[in-house]
């Protein structure tokens, strides 16, 4: 594939990230260098094209240990949560009485130690443009929360249609 694309005039190397062997245009190499690795905590919904278009099976982004706790049953993709650009567990939008509710987090790994303060300042982002306030709680490490994929569909999409 390299001597393909070298053919063709592509400017492309082959790198090597901490053990896993990709490609990057020789034009980026000098900034990916220089890149520092991502610090925040981002909520990114069921579907989100970051992980659509994740490669099946990229330990450093989502850890093998619980990719069929994202990419579950019948090509259904939870909503996952994001610390320093891994998959640091999933959440959902379990709803209250009267609109309220919250946000419900299953975290996979052990987080840094600010990154529930950062999570809350997420679900509070969320709960502004929802215009419903959102807090977040945040389940013991590893604890499962079975949830029915239509019903978390059917929460999911009333929250962001219903006033």
Known sequence: MTNGLAQAGADIVD???EGVAGWVRGADVDALLAADPPTSVRL???????INELPRRV?????????????RT??????????DGRVGG?????????????????????????????????ADRIGAYLERPRPADVQPEGARL???AQ???N?????????
Request: charged share 25%; aromatic share 8%; hydrophobic share 45%.
């Open 15 to 17: 790198i090597d990230m």
């Open 44 to 50: 990114l919904p069921g579907f989100d094209p970051f």
């Open 59 to 71: 330990d450093a982004v989502l850890p093998d240990a619980h990719h069929d706790r994202v990419h």
């Open 74 to 83: 019948a090509g259904w993709v939870s909503a996952v949560v994001l610390v």
């Open 90 to 122: 999933t959440w959902e939008i379990e709803p209250g009485k009267g609109g309220a509710g919250k946000v419900v987090v299953e975290p996979f790994i052990r987080w840094r130690g600010d990154a529930k303060r950062e999570l809350q300042a997420e």
């Open 146 to 148: 079975p949830v029915d």
């Open 151 to 153: 019903q978390y569909a």
């Open 155 to 163: 929460r999911v999409a009333t929250r962001l249609l219903m006033p």
